[in-house]
């Protein structure tokens, strides 16, 4: 079987014939070229409007990226058209295996893109014998498809987070869909501001900001004012994951200031030494050397004890199915918190009380969504910039994290090339 004939097979190209194929060398390596020549009763088409016209003159061979064969690089090679076009004016003809002035065929850039999702950039290009410029603009080119063609109907459950960018406080806010599913990412927000927020939720439209039933957020005021302004119908849900964390961060401080106490006052500190994690991990994932340590220091009358007891006393309260009762064991345990003369307990406790609503509707949403499944596509975010390496321009991260995580939908073609 011919190579044209593999190639009329898996990429046929309409008003378009191959004519014959060839190998040549290009800077010592070995290519496989493919010409192309317009059928006698092709139209030209002009590539402003998409409407036949008139043909004004012709240019020189171009070459055009295509999928590697048996890991030799194949190039279709063709000389372009131009056309006089009364409404566009002089134009280079549209031809159905490229799009501008890409220099690669769009399957050679969906093969590139669809690559680029397992690969770093870099690897990718390595592996298929082309450069990393081209690689990013083949998946640019399927990003800007995708969100062109995506569709933002139906969203119902949204998380908002923010992710540090760069160095410095760099940040950047992101918005998923957190629906089992059709977990993505809907939007990317340069800075950590209300007016990046508003813009967000203006370029997502009225008519879908109302229809939205579920927000996950954490605590910062901001966003908490800004949901109350454009989705004020939304549930905006402050789940466990955020609370704990402050819990956690309340029941540190207490040890911390319980070390330099001790240390102080001439006991032996060393008392409390590597007991950070016994005091923050659950029961269940401690270390057999953590839960012996844990033992001995539950047997001293401490702070740090006081506090890790509050601590896991907490946690009943997320085994609640009933708001009512929820509502009922939060308000005991906060005022038994209030009374144990721990002050950074205390001032979680005023946190939990200005927040107490909006941690309600947890149970209220029936513990369908948290921002832990928010926390858990940030740590995506974070294995897609640690592929990279890095990315230094917002706009290059902003397209890989689209193309990864965005859910976007692909040109189609005629053969999928796996």
Known sequence: MRIRTLLNKVHPLKSFVY?????????G????????????????????????????????????????????????????????????????????????????????ELFLARWARKLSWKETAE???TSWDTVFRSVKSIVEYGLRHRSLDGVEAIGIDEIQF?????????????????????????????????????????????????ICTDMWKNYLNVIAEKAPQALNILDRFHIVQHLGKAVNRIRIDEVRQLKEEGYDETLLKHTKYCFLKNPENLTEKQ?????????????????????????????????????????KWCTRAMHSRLEPMKDFVRTIRAHQPLI???????????????????????????????????????????HTMGGLPEPEFTHRFC
Not at 67 to 84: A, G, S, T
Not at 386 to 394: D, Q, V
């Open 19 to 27: 004519t014959h194929c060839c190998f040549e060398l290009r800077a």
């Open 29 to 108: 390596e070995l290519v496989l070229v493919a010409t192309i020549r317009q059928r006698k009763n092709g139209k030209v088409i002009c590539s402003g409007c998409g409407k036949p016209r008139k043909l004004y003159d012709r240019l020189d061979t171009r070459r055009f990226g295509f999928i590697p064969l048996w890991n030799i690089p194949v190039y279709l090679e063709y000389r372009m058209r131009r056309v006089d076009c009364p409404e566009c004016g002089v134009k280079v003809e549209r031809v159905p295996w490229a799009a501008g002035k890409s220099h690669a065929t769009k399957a050679f």
């Open 127 to 129: 592996s298929f014998c």
């Open 166 to 214: 760069g160095q410095g406080h760099n940040y950047l806010t992101l918005v998923y869909q957190l629906e089992v599913g059709r977990r993505r990412l809907l939007f990317i927000g340069r800075e950590r501001t209300k007016k990046t927020l508003r813009k967000i939720f203006d370029e997502f439209g009225t008519k879908r900001t109302q229809a939205l039933k579920f």
């Open 291 to 331: 839960e012996l340590k844990l033992d001995d220091v539950l047997q001293y009358r401490l702070k740090s004890v006081r506090a890790y007891q509050l601590k896991e006393s907490f946690q009943l309260f997320w085994d609640y199915k009933s708001p009512y009762w929820a509502q009922w064991y939060l308000e």
């Open 360 to 402: 309600m509707n947890w149970f209220k949403a029936k513990k369908q969504f948290s921002s832990g499944i928010v926390e858990g596509m940030n740590r995506k975010v974070n294995l897609v910039t640690r592929r990279g390496f890095g990315f230094r321009s917002y706009e290059v991260l902003k397209i890989a994290l689209f």
